[in-house]
């Protein structure tokens, strides 16, 4: 079965510094990824995938994330943490990367303060 | 606006009764999906279409759920005998490769 794990259910970080939030996936097969926000009443927006071209992917609004399959982990980051980037944070796997299914991480709520 | 359109935005229904909601995927997008997400949780599958077939189904979609998309474009998804359980956002994706394009929801809350 394929599952996702995100490890923090909430972060915190001040205005300016770096962000880091984690996911940890399992899948049978060479799974795509994605990483998607929700801003409080809005829908579901993709920030970034991977589907098994370069490990470093580059997203929206400066955020990257890591494919590192040997630790199954697929981290997401971003150096200076803005206002906006208060969300919910949902990692995802496409476990066998023909579209059939996408199976969400339980969230992380990031928090931006100040 | 090109992206996924769902209908009505909000239901409020008293229990016991039915409820049909309405997703218009991305015109080209050959694949359409149906979650469901409560206060607090990832969004969880419900069932998958590619094109007019409905491909998988998740053991969350009981007997009451049935989801249609019978011209391969649009899709209904219906509620019968609506339980307070059901209260969730009711999310729509369409994808014609390797991502999902998500609609904003149908919040439907049983009284």
């Known amino acids: 079965a394929q599952s996702v794990t995100q490890l923090d259910s909430h972060v915190s970080v001040s205005e300016g510094t770096p962000v880091l939030l984690r996911c940890n996936y399992s899948?049978?097969?060479?799974?795509?990824l994605f990483w998607y926000v929700q801003h409080p009443n809005k829908g579901l927006q993709l920030l970034l995938k991977?589907?098994?071209?370069?490990?470093l992917v580059k997203g929206i609004n400066g955020f990257e994330a890591e494919f590192k399959k040997s630790e199954t982990s697929f981290h997401l980051t971003k150096p200076s943490a803005h206002m906006s980037d208060a969300a919910e944070y949902f990692c995802?796997?496409?476990?066998?990367?023909?579209?059939?299914?996408?199976?969400f991480g339980p969230g992380t709520r990031l928090s931006v303060l100040p | 606006d090109t992206g996924v359109s769902q209908n009505p935005r909000h239901k409020i229904t008293k229990r016991g009764q039915n409820v049909t909601f309405r997703c218009d995927p991305i015109?080209?997008?050959?694949?359409l999906y149906w979650y469901r997400q409560t206060l607090g949780q990832g969004p969880e599958f419900l069932t998958y279409?590619?094109?007019?077939?409905?491909?998988?189904k998740s053991r969350l979609l009981s007997d009451r759920f049935s989801a249609e998309r019978p011209k391969g474009s649009f899709s209904t998804l219906e509620i019968q005998r609506t339980e307070q359980g059901d209260s969730a956002m009711y999310l729509c994706?369409?994808?014609?490769?390797?991502?999902?394009?998500f609609g904003q929801g149908t919040r439907l809350t049983v009284v």
């Open positions: 279409f590619q094109n007019e077939a409905q491909l998988e």
């Open positions: 991977y589907t098994s071209a370069a490990t």
């Open positions: 995802v796997v496409n476990p066998d990367n023909y579209g059939q299914n996408f199976v």
């Open positions: 994706a369409s994808s014609s490769d390797t991502e999902a394009f």
């Open positions: 015109s080209e997008h050959n694949r």
């Open positions: 899948s049978s097969y060479s799974p795509s």
